[in-house]
C-alpha cells in the first residue's frame, strides 16, 4: 500500500460520521470532485468541522439543488459561482452561447434572497447607463443622481466585451471600491455588491478586449464548456413536454444578506498553514520567470488564490485548507491574468496548460 493510501485510510478511520444528512450529500459531491486527493485532516491536527462550517456546507448544497432544478451539469461552476460570492469577488464567464451562463446567474441570483440587475452590454452602451446621471427637477431647480442598474447585490453584465473602452472603464472603482464617483460625489453600493459578467470567446466581431487591468479586477474567469452526451439528453428528458422559458418563480431563497456576511466572517477564521501560503507564492512567482509566459501573475492573483481557497475549504465543510483546494481554484484565478508568448500563442498554447505544467513542477506540501 502506497503512503498516499496509508493517509487516506487512516483519515477514513479518524473521519466521525456526520449527523446530518444534508452534510453527507455535500461531502459525497465533493468527494467526486477529488476522488485523486487525499485529506490531510490528522496531518494538519484537526478532526471535525465545527457547526458552524456544517451549515454552510448544508447551506451551499441547498444552492446546488435549486441549481439543479434548472441547470443540468456544470457543477464546477456552481461550486466556483458559490466560492467567489462568498470570497467577495467578482466572476467572468466564458463559454459559447447557449451553456447556460446566464440562467445559472438568474437562478443563482434567486437563490440569494437579495437585489438583482441585469445589464445588456453593447457598442452604443454610455457609462451613465450603467451607474446613472443627474435628472433636472424643476419644482427646487436642481440636479438629482438618479441611480443606475449597477446599484444592486448581482449585477449581471451579459456580453462585457460589446461596449466600448469609456464604458468599461466605468466599473474600475466600483468593482475594486464599492463605491462610484459622480459629481465629486461618492456612492457606496450596498452589501453584498458582485459582478458577474459573460463573454463569448468565438465571435469577436463587434468585441472590444478587455484591458489587463480590468480582468484583474476578476476574482475568477470560469471556462463554461458544452455538456458531454449524458447532460445532454438529460436535457432534452427534461423539456421534452415544456416549450416554455423556465420559471425562476420556484427557486427557494436560500441565503440572506446577513448569512453572508456572517460566513465571511466565519471564512477569515479558517485556517491555511505558513507553508501553503509558500506554496501559493511559488505558484505565482513561477508564473512570472516561466518561458512561455510573458507577463505572470501579480501580488493580486496571490491574494485572490489566498481568498478563494479559504473560501472553498469553508463551503466543502472543512476550517483549514488543503493544497488540493489550492490546486482547485489556481487554474480560473490565473487563466485571465496571464499573457502568453506570441511563441507560444502559435502553438496553439493555452494559459491553463502552462498552469497545470507549473502545477506540476511545483512540490506540493504535505
Do not use: C
Amino acid at each position: 500500500m502506497s503512503n498516499e493510501e496509508e493517509i487516506q485510510d487512516a483519515h477514513n478511520q479518524d473521519q466521525p460520521q456526520l449527523e446530518n444528512d444534508a452534510m453527507s450529500e455535500s461531502k459525497q459531491h465533493l468527494d467526486s470532485e477529488n476522488d485523486q486527493s487525499t485529506s490531510p485532516g490528522a496531518a494538519f491536527g484537526f478532526e471535525r468541522p465545527n457547526a458552524d462550517l456544517i451549515w454552510v456546507a448544508e447551506k451551499v448544497n441547498h444552492v446546488r439543488s435549486e441549481l439543479g432544478k434548472f441547470v443540468i451539469g456544470q457543477t464546477q461552476m456552481v461550486d466556483l459561482l458559490m466560492t467567489g460570492i462568498l470570497a467577495n469577488g467578482h466572476v467572468l464567464l466564458e463559454g459559447v452561447p447557449g451553456v447556460a451562463k446566464t440562467l445559472a446567474s438568474k437562478v443563482l441570483a434567486k437563490a440569494l434572497d437579495i437585489d438583482f440587475s441585469r445589464i445588456q452590454f453593447t457598442p452604443d452602451l454610455m457609462p451613465s447607463d450603467v451607474l446613472g446621471t443627474s435628472v433636472f427637477n424643476m419644482k427646487d431647480a436642481s440636479f438629482n443622481f438618479r441611480k443606475g442598474p449597477i446599484f444592486s447585490n448581482i449585477v449581471l453584465i451579459d456580453e462585457i466585451n460589446r461596449a466600448p473602452a469609456k464604458t468599461q472603464a466605468a466599473l474600475f472603482e466600483v468593482m475594486e471600491e464599492r463605491q462610484i464617483t459622480y459629481d465629486g460625489i461618492h456612492y457606496n453600493m450596498e452589501f453584498p455588491f458582485l459582478v458577474i459578467a459573460t463573454m463569448n470567446p468565438i465571435e469577436q466581431e463587434g468585441t472590444y478586449n478587455l484591458p489587463e487591468a480590468q480582468l484583474d479586477r476578476f476574482l475568477f474567469k470560469i471556462k463554461v464548456n458544452y455538456p458531454v452526451l449524458e447532460q445532454e439528453t438529460e436535457i432534452l428528458k427534461r423539456y421534452k413536454n415544456n416549450i416554455k422559458t423556465p420559471s425562476l418563480e420556484a427557486v427557494e431563497k436560500v441565503f440572506t444578506a446577513t448569512d453572508i456576511q456572517r460566513i465571511q466572517g466565519l471564512i477569515e477564521g479558517i485556517v491555511i498553514e505558513d507553508h501553503l501560503l509558500d506554496y501559493i507564492a511559488h505558484i505565482t512567482i513561477k508564473t512570472r520567470n516561466h518561458g512561455k509566459i510573458y507577463l505572470g501573475g501579480s501580488p493580486r492573483a496571490s491574494l485572490s488564490m489566498l481568498k478563494a481557497s479559504k473560501a472553498l475549504a469553508a463551503i466543502r465543510g472543512r476550517d483549514f485548507v488543503t493544497p488540493e483546494d489550492i490546486q482547485f481554484v489556481a487554474p480560473h484565478v490565473l487563466n485571465h491574468r496571464l499573457i502568453l508568448t506570441p511563441e507560444a500563442e502559435m502553438e496553439g498554447i493555452r494559459p491553463e496548460d502552462v498552469i497545470a505544467e507549473i502545477i506540476q513542477l511545483i512540490e506540493v506540501p504535505r
